[in-house]
């Protein structure tokens, strides 16, 4: 196998919404280059990049997988990644190790949710961008009405490179705007292309087409604007030069025509990417210096060693597989480097370049490769290793905070143990689920983005490791709070025979501003409370909001001062006046005007505007605050604020209301007071999980 220099690689993430096409792409592309013997279907579980049963049982891709093929003599790195709001943070890390990327739309659909979401992610890395209309051949698919999706919810500067020929079922081949070449693809799926005349029916719009984009290209670049004006066009030479620079510096944003089921364009694609994305020697890779200020490293193969593990994934068989990136240097087989993250040394062993599940062994990884390695000890996603001589460190990955939690039950028994180190394999991999245990119900919650992120983590807990088990109704994160100040009293007595017990104090407890947590402050004057028994005061009383009072959930958002008490020469001890903290709260309670708080989150939704009318009457009925509502073309974005609570069922209420076109996406955003209707449901059932309750008439 090939070892490849900087000049010659092109590393590219295909990213945009789920269903766009952008996994049948990449098969497409690596078919139609020879990098596959034959054309993976996502429909048939046969693609390179959709391997994992559990991506293949699904038909959507669930973690971003590598492949790579040549073209004109380049090789091209390919991440296939999720469209799949759940599972977005593993496109975003993947945009920071490539140097440009293929956003895929749906011809039918336009610009969806994710789509836009993950291209403000680009924007903000000033990452070049190509955009392929995908799913031409589709009923209702329209090239020009994509084009103006485009334009009106990503950038003025996506322009039309190819103009399609036929639409929808006749969808049979494309116009190079640059070349004025047309080519019609074979309708036997083998991507074989054919030159012919541009036909006289679409030489208009060509034309039309092909002027909007000599001005785009010239509006990107002063000195071809000066020549523009004085010919009155570009050269065909001027016209590609132009184009390259402003995808380079990310001022232009090509667009291709596509299907990637039928095969269509598929080369002109591969072309592209090949021709015109940046290499990594023309885009030196952010970082941070030794002194904390952002700098750039050149993808040097004789520089000191910088290599970045953008991806980690765990395989039942092989363990431990991690993505990289050598960002300066050369990696080599078989070598020790230093994992600079962990101050530990690590043993590299085999590296292999991946074409999917597909491992082929290399000798070395130069400087603006991508591949992989097994079996790294103590190396996680984000890691950086090399050369601590290298002064250069590079912003660690960032993942979401879980918004969703289930508890799970092991379905046999004893086998929590390999829950836990299961578990602990996946969060490798996916570093957005968390895994705790209630500290009161001792129920093991499992938490996620989502419904389908956590019921993907459960199915391959259960086909990787054979671990099953059941989940259990989500669980919200409800707190407690009070709304009243009050003075209060605890004091723990008992001094019957031998050595006794004696501890009390005296508290003012009152409400703090959301997001304040509990402060504890001590404002005891001449040794009412000896200073060595208050840690204790604050410990009881540290643990007594931290059990709740109405439903079990932890207090939030108040003040506790001690303020006075009394002690006893011989019976005091720590034990005491932590029982008297615990007292305090209790009784603080009783007239502090306890409530609960529920979390609220910031939902987004996005689907054709017909279903605008339905879609906002339903948030209503989950008791949503509409906080706004904007127009993208022929989709309606609603913002709104619902409690948590009333989201656990969206997912399927969207699928069916819209007929699966819209989309959503949430996160936490505040706490507030649960109506005091909905209180009695929430106290019974966390009585119902064994939760400590306290009644009114305690
Ligand atoms: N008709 C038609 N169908 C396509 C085309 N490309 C993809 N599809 C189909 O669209 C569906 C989704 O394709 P995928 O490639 O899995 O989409 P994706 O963007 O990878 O989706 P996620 O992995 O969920 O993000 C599959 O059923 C494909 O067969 C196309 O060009 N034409
Ligand atoms: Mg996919």
Same mark, same amino acid.
């Given at each position: ?10 590393n ?9 096409g %952008? ?11 020879g &990098?596959?013997?034959?054309?993976g279907?996502?429909d048939?579980?046969?693609t390179?990049?959709?391997y994992?049963? $559990? ?11 590598l ?14 990644t ?15 190790v490539v ?39 589709r009923?209702? /698919?329209?090239? #020009? ?12 500067? /996506?322009?039309?490179?190819?103009w399609?020929l ?27 292309a ?7 029916? *679409?030489? #208009?719009?060509v ?7 000599i001005?785009?290209?010239?509006? #990107? ?5 000066e020549?523009?004006?004085?010919q ?5 030479? $001027? ?8 995808i380079?510096?990310?001022?232009? =944003? ?19 990417? /090949? ?26 193969l004789?520089?000191p ?6 991806k ?11 993505? =990289?990136? *050598?960002?300066?240097?050369?990696? %080599? ?13 690590e043993?590299v062993?085999?590296?292999v ?13 130069h400087?603006?490769d991508? &591949?992989?390695?097994? %079996? ?7 890691d950086?290793?090399g ?5 250069? !460190? ?9 918004v ?16 836990s ?14 895994? !705790? ?9 499992l938490?996620?983005q ?15 490791f054979?671990?099953?088990v ?9 707190? $407690?709070t ?19 017990? =004696? ?24 040794g009412?409370i000896?200073?060595?028994f ?14 709740g009072?109405? &439903? ?6 108040? %003040?506790v001062?001690? =303020? ?22 209790r ?19 996005? &689907? ?17 605050q ?22 656990? !069922? ?13 989309g959503y996406h ?13 209180h ?19």
């Amino acid at each position: 196998m090939q070892v490849f220099d900087a000049a010659d690689i092109r590393n590219v993430a295909l990213v945009g919404h789920s269903g766009s096409g %952008k996994t049948q792409l990449a098969s497409a592309l690596l078919f139609d280059t020879g &990098a596959t013997p034959r054309l993976g279907k996502v429909d048939e579980g046969t693609t390179v990049t959709d391997y994992d049963e $559990e991506s293949i049982a699904r038909k959507h891709t669930l973690s971003s997988s590598l492949a790579w093929f040549e073209y004109h003599k380049h090789k091209v790195n390919l991440i296939d990644t999720p469209g799949m709001g759940n599972f977005l943070s593993d496109a975003r890390a993947a945009l920071r190790v490539v140097e440009a990327a293929v956003v895929v739309v749906d011809g039918v659909a336009g610009v969806q949710v994710a789509t836009e979401q993950i291209w403000e992610t680009a924007q903000q890395l000033n990452l070049p961008r190509l955009v392929v209309v995908n799913r031409l051949d589709r009923e209702r /698919a329209s090239f #020009a009405r994509t084009i103006e999706s485009l334009h009106t919810t990503l950038s003025r500067s /996506a322009v039309a490179v190819q103009w399609p020929l036929g639409s929808e079922d006749d969808f049979h081949g494309v116009v190079d705007l640059v070349t004025m070449q047309a080519w019609t693809f074979a309708t036997d799926g083998s991507g074989t292309a054919t030159e012919i005349p541009v036909p006289a029916d *679409v030489a #208009a719009e060509v034309e039309a087409a092909r002027t909007a984009l000599i001005e785009a290209v010239a509006e #990107a670049d002063e000195a071809l604007m000066e020549r523009f004006f004085d010919q009155g066009t570009l050269t065909q030479e $001027e016209l590609l030069r132009g184009l390259a620079l402003g995808i380079r510096n990310s001022h232009l =944003f090509p667009v291709y025509c596509m299907s990637a089921l039928k095969n269509i364009g598929g080369t002109l694609v591969a072309g592209a990417i /090949a021709d015109l994305v940046p290499s990594p020697v023309d885009r030196p890779f952010p970082g941070v210096g030794p002194d904390g200020a952002p700098i750039t490293r050149e993808a040097d193969l004789k520089a000191p060693l910088v290599v970045w593990v953008f991806k980690t994934i765990a395989d039942q068989f092989a363990g431990r597989i991690s993505l =990289f990136r *050598v960002i300066s240097g050369t990696l %080599k087989s078989d070598s020790t480097v230093q994992n600079l993250t962990r101050q530990a040394p690590e043993r590299v062993g085999h590296l292999v370049v991946l074409e999917g599940k597909t491992q082929m062994q290399v000798p070395e990884v130069h400087a603006g490769d991508l &591949a992989a390695v097994a %079996k790294l000890k103590d190396t996680h996603s984000g890691d950086v290793l090399g050369d601590p001589k290298s002064g250069f !460190t590079i912003q660690p990955l960032s993942f979401p905070e879980p918004v969703l939690s289930y508890a799970i039950v092991p379905k046999t028994r004893g086998d929590e143990d390999k829950i836990s180190t299961s578990i602990h394999r996946l969060q490798d991999e996916d570093p957005s689920i968390g895994y !705790t245990r209630d500290e009161q119900t001792h129920d093991l919650l499992l938490s996620g983005q989502g419904q389908m992120h956590i019921e993907v983590t459960v199915a391959k807990l259960r086909r990787r490791f054979g671990v099953e088990v059941e989940l259990k109704p989500p669980h919200i994160p409800y707190r $407690e709070t009070i709304a009243l100040p009050t003075e209060a009293h605890g004091r723990h007595k008992k001094q019957t025979g031998g050595h006794g017990q =004696f501890g009390d104090c005296k508290v003012r407890v009152e409400p703090l501003p959301p997001g304040s947590g509990v402060v504890f402050e001590d404002d005891i004057f001449g040794g009412s409370i000896p200073r060595q028994f208050v840690p204790a005061v604050e410990k009881g009383v540290r643990e007594a909001c931290g059990r709740g009072y109405l &439903a079990g959930y932890p207090m939030v958002d108040l %003040k506790v001062t001690v =303020f006075d008490g009394s002690y006893h020469d011989v019976d005091s001890n720590e034990m005491s006046f932590k029982m008297a903290g615990r007292l305090a709260i209790r009784d603080a309670m009783t007239r502090a005007k306890p409530t609960l708080l529920e979390p609220v989150m910031t939902v987004e939704v996005y &689907a054709p505007s017909d279903f605008a009318g339905d879609l906002m009457g339903d948030l209503n009925g989950r008791r949503g605050q509409i906080a706004g509502m904007d127009t993208r073309g022929s989709n309606t974005v609603i913002r709104a604020h619902v409690p948590m609570a009333e989201m656990l !069922t969206y997912e399927q209420t969207l699928t069916a209301t819209t007929g699966g076109r819209g989309g959503y996406h949430m996160e936490f955003h505040h706490y507030a007071e649960v109506p005091a209707h909905l209180h009695g449901k929430i106290v019974a059932a966390a009585q119902a999980e064994g939760k400590q309750v306290h009644h009114e008439d305690d």
